[in-house]
Structures are given as C-alpha cells and as structure tokens.
C-alpha cells in the first residue's frame, strides 16, 4: 500500500474512532437526562399526591 493511502486510512480511523466517543458521549447524556426526567416526574407525582390529601 502507498504511503498516501495508509495516512488516508490512518486519518479515517481517526476519525471514525472520534465518532464513536462523540456518541458514546451523546448516549451518556441522554440517559442522565432521561434519569433526572423520571426523577423530576414522580417527585412531581409525589407532590399532587400530598396537595390531594
């Protein structure tokens, strides 16, 4: 394989390599997200319960 071609390869590896830890990251933050949702909706539940009572 020519050198042109390996530095080719080499940089989309790189760049693939830094996709995947950009999602990762993504993924990560959506299910923090999803979590503080789920949390903030039953403290939310919690509280018309108690106002109900």
């Not at 789920?38 to 108690?50: A, D, G, Y």
């Amino acid at each position: 394989m020519e050198q042109g071609q390996r530095i080719l390869l080499q940089e989309l590896a790189a760049t693939i390599q830094h996709s995947a830890v950009s999602l990762e990251s993504e993924h990560e933050t959506a299910k923090e997200e999803g979590a503080i949702k789920s949390k903030m909706k039953c403290n939310f539940e919690q509280l018309k319960k108690q106002l109900s009572t």
